[in-house]
Nanobody, 124 residues
Framework: QVQLVESGGGLVQAGGSLRLSCAAS????????MGWFRQKEREFVAAISW?????YYTDSVKGRFTISRDNTKNTLYLQMNSLKPEDTAVYYC????????????????????WGQGTQVTVSS
């Protein structure tokens, strides 16, 4: 099992940046594929394989958001640049076990573990 705690949300003006973090407990973080979703019916945002070698983004954030992970710190990140008002949402990180180093997952139902969420508000 893994427990996830997000942080880094806040209020920012349009065009600004935020970096979200997701701290994970457990010794096997490096074997979990991870993802970020946002509350609009848990819309998929970005995903990363356990190795960090494979990433995937929803079209609306490509070129603006970057997902990354530091397996030595058991932490997942989402760097968000050029933020827009439509990015306003509660952001959740999610995790699931995987055996493939390059596997990533984009559907909510594919993830077993979720954090409590962090609010991101972008003002116009």
């Amino acid at each position: 099992q893994v427990q996830l705690v997000e942080s880094g949300g806040g209020l920012v003006q349009a065009g600004g940046s935020l970096r979200l973090s997701c701290a994970a407990s457990g010794r096997t973080f490096s074997t979990y594929a991870m993802g970020w979703f946002r509350q609009k019916e848990r819309e998929f945002v970005a995903a990363i394989s356990w190795s960090g070698g494979s990433t995937y983004y929803t079209d609306s954030v490509k070129g603006r958001f970057t997902i990354s992970r530091d397996n030595t710190k058991n932490t997942l990140y989402l760097q968000m640049n050029s933020l827009k008002p439509e990015d306003t949402a509660v952001y959740y990180c999610a995790a699931r076990t995987t055996h493939g180093g390059s596997d990533y997952y984009t559907a909510e139902y594919e993830y077993a573990y979720w954090g409590q969420g962090t609010q991101v508000t972008v003002s116009s």
